[in-house]
């Protein structure tokens, strides 16, 4: 789970999400930390419109399975949730869910220089992909969340 320590921290930026009426600007956050020894990442995001509300939140949960030498992220968003594999890079990972009959989003992620770029792309039965997300954070503090100790004081 080392690998991924460059993720932890309070993060705060913009997001873009493409519909089919146009692009979509929100303000995003992303927090990641480690809970059981550092054995599983938790991974939460948020988007904000302008009035402050939340049209999209995220959850995912990153483990890895020292006998099966592999990385696994659960995500939980918009009432769905999935697993699947999560290959890891030296700056940053990737990950695949399938979006229906023939189809997926594949999602991107690389942290370079204290900003994480995280860019999805649908790709359908014809195999073009289509960008539809494209989220752009920077890091704005450490965080002891979600490990912190709740008896702590400050």
């Known amino acids: 789970m080392a690998a991924l320590n460059f993720m932890d921290g309070e993060w705060v930026g913009t997001v873009e999400v493409m519909e089919r009426s146009g692009a979509i600007k929100l303000t995003q956050t992303e927090r990641s930390g480690t809970l059981l020894g550092g054995t599983i990442r938790l991974v939460e995001g948020r988007a904000f419109d302008a009035k402050g509300k939340t049209p999209f939140n995220a959850l995912a949960i990153i483990s890895y399975d020292t006998r099966r030498d592999l990385y696994s992220i659960t995500s939980h968003a918009s009432g769905f949730a999935t697993t699947t594999e999560l290959k890891v890079k030296p700056n940053g990972f990737a990950w695949e869910v399938p979006a229906g009959p023939g189809a997926k989003v594949q999602f991107e992620a690389v942290v370079k220089n204290g900003v994480w770029t995280e860019v999805g792309h649908y790709v ?31």
């Open 124 to 154: 359908g039965a014809d195999g073009k992909p289509r960008k539809t997300v494209e989220m752009r954070v920077r890091k704005l503090r450490p965080t002891e969340w979600p490990a912190g100790d709740i008896l702590k004081r400050k």
